[in-house]
């Protein structure tokens, strides 16, 4: 079947650190991957996707580069911020299952000043 | 305004009573899900439309049902809620057209509490 398995939580950070959050999967077909953010209080926001291997995905400063031979999409942003603090989901979907995504169960994410 | 709205936000109730939570969505997308969220397990996947009629179970569709009363509404209905129930819901829709990668757009989210 189809998984996606994140690094636990919470990661604390001081503004303008580095940040990663490792991701890696395993499907039975060729996935889409994606990562979501999820604000205090809010629903789920599409933060940047991949489509095929060695895709790069990015959005406000995050990056995260879709590579088949490690199974692995793992999310980067140079400098983080205080309004980066949230929850990322990291998420795969496989073309002919009906749109559905498997999510990983989230890494929480702490930037202090 | 919100391209998926979802009512209540927020619903505390009792074990035992009949809950039912709404998805409104301007989107136009014909495809609908609804998932739970639980600290520590991510999103999983209740129920999924395609359209007004088809309707499909998802990985934990126990304890609950749905209604597609239109393109743009899916109901989540816990026809007698039990505290396990407790969670944050959410409802998301997809475009089924030809390069959307399956991309799901959420709701606010229902957050749930069964005493």
């Known amino acids: 079947g189809n998984s996606v398995t994140q690094m636990e939580g919470p990661v604390t950070l001081s503004e303008e650190a580095f940040l990663t959050i490792n991701c890696t999967y395993t499907a039975t077909g060729y996935p889409s991957l994606f990562w979501y953010v999820q604000y205090p209080g809010e629903g789920l926001q599409l933060l940047l996707k991949a489509t095929k291997a060695d895709d790069k995905g990015s959005n406000k400063g995050f990056e995260a580069t879709y590579r088949k031979e490690t199974t692995s999409f793992h999310l980067e942003k140079g400098s983080v911020q205080v309004s980066d603090s949230a929850v990322y989901f990291c998420?795969?979907?496989?073309?002919?299952?009906?749109?559905?995504?498997?999510f990983g169960t989230g890494t929480r994410l702490q930037v202090t000043l | 305004d919100a391209d998926v709205t979802q009512t209540p936000r927020n619903r505390i109730t009792k074990t035992g009573k009949r809950i039912m939570l709404e998805c409104s969505q301007t989107?136009?997308?014909?495809?609908m899900y609804w998932y739970r969220q639980d600290p520590g397990l991510g999103l999983r996947l209740i129920y999924y439309?395609?359209?007004?009629?088809?309707?499909n179970k998802g990985e934990i569709s126990d304890g609950y049902s749905v209604s597609r009363q239109a393109q743009a509404k899916f109901s989540l209905s816990l026809e007698s809620a039990i505290p396990n129930q407790t969670a944050l819901y959410f409802c998301?829709?997809?475009?089924?057209?030809?390069?959307?990668?399956?991309?799901?757009?959420f709701g606010p989210g229902t957050r749930l509490t069964v005493l």
């Open positions: 998420a795969l979907s496989v073309t002919g299952t009906a749109s559905k995504l498997t």
């Open positions: 998301a829709t997809s475009d089924n057209r030809q390069g959307s990668y399956n991309e799901q757009f």
């Open positions: 439309s395609f359209d007004v009629k088809d309707i």
């Open positions: 989107k136009g997308h014909d495809r």
